[in-house]
């Protein structure tokens, strides 16, 4: 199990734990998982996948991780 964090600026902090075994699909659209209704926050932001560590998938609206700009390789 991963415990995060979540920061947006403006919002209030979100702390969540994901379950091993686990994929969450994070965005603005209620579908996903984790909802993020928020202005530059893409509908499929991004996807958290959770095994013995934790991958994050870029959808294509760019993310930060622990201060530091993400991209896909």
Known sequence: MYEILIRMPGR???KM???S???????????CHI???APGV???HCQ???SDDLKVLDLGGG??????E???E
Not at 21 to 31: E, L
């Open 12 to 14: 209030n902090e979100m």
């Open 17 to 19: 734990s994901l379950v």
């Open 21 to 31: 075994g686990g994929v969450y699909r994070v965005g603005a659209s209620p579908a």
């Open 35 to 37: 909802h993020l209704p």
């Open 42 to 44: 893409a509908m499929r």
């Open 48 to 50: 958290l996948i959770v």
């Open 63 to 68: 993310i930060v991780v622990n201060g530091e």
């Open 70 to 72: 993400f991209h896909n």
